[in-house]
């Protein structure tokens, strides 16, 4: 199947910074990317849809300005978590469609990335 | 909005056969997934049913009826390898393009 790569896997900050995650189709291109959040045992919460040259659209709950979303390209999406906090510390996934990828229209993921701030 | 239920949690015998049952209520139903996840790993895609009916894939079999709401994914000759979570995934259709919801996931503990 297709290949999305998130990076960095992992990433431990102090609180009040901001952490940029990476979002990257390798093999395929896709204008829209998911962002989910995922608490120990629970399930992948959907913080929002992010579409290549739009504004990316947010889930109830979610504030827009503590999770930035940029779509720039086909292949790329960012997640930053501005001024992080200990309570956003948490397991950060995203999801990519393929544009070719017919009527399945299948997500995949990438990897996740573990975020802990202290 | 989106209410999809499935068990938290179930334990197996290594060789024999589970089903792992969802049930969900969405207002633009527009496809279901299921995928596995392992501790602290991303969700890779298992199977997807649009149609009612049953899809079998290998070891793996997921089942639809639209009508009542319900999905279920069923494993055979299960392996150690398979104890994951399970996640059922709603494709929801809004203003024109899909968003997926999940599931709370059910855990799979499969014993020898």
């Known amino acids: 199947g297709a290949v999305v790569s998130q990076h960095p896997s992992r990433v431990i900050c102090k609180s009040g910074t901001s952490v940029k995650i990476e979002c990257r189709s390798l093999?395929?291109?896709?204008?829209?990317m998911f962002w989910y959040r995922q608490f120990p045992k629970q399930s992948l919460m959907l913080m929002a849809t992010s579409n290549e040259g739009s504004k990316a659209t947010y889930e109830q709950g979610v504030e827009k300005d503590k999770f930035l979303i940029n779509h720039a390209s086909l292949t790329l999406s960012t997640l930053t978590v501005t001024s992080a906090h200990p309570e956003d510390s948490s397991f950060y996934i995203c999801?990519?469609?393929?544009?070719?990828?017919?009527?399945?229209?299948?997500?995949?993921f990438g990897a996740g990335t573990r975020l802990s701030v202290l | 909005g989106q209410n999809i239920d499935q068990p938290t949690e179930m334990t197996a015998t290594e060789g024999a056969i589970v089903q792992i049952n969802c049930t969900y209520q969405?207002?633009?139903?527009?496809?279901l997934f299921w995928y596995q996840q392992h501790a602290g790993e991303a969700p890779t895609f298992l199977s997807y049913?649009?149609?009612?009916g049953l899809e079998e894939k290998g070891r793996f079999s997921s089942f639809l009826s639209r009508s009542k709401g319900y999905s279920y994914l069923l494993l055979k000759e299960l392996q150690m390898k398979d104890s994951a979570s399970y996640l059922c995934?709603?494709?929801?259709?809004?203003?024109?393009?899909?968003?997926?919801?999940f599931g709370s996931g059910t855990k799979l503990n499969v014993k020898p």
């Open positions: 995934a709603v494709r929801d259709k809004e203003y024109n393009f899909n968003k997926f919801y």
């Open positions: 969405t207002s633009g139903f527009n496809g």
């Open positions: 049913n649009v149609l009612d």
């Open positions: 999801s990519a469609r393929d544009l070719a990828g017919g009527p399945f229209d299948i997500q995949y």
């Open positions: 093999d395929f291109q896709a204008t829209t």
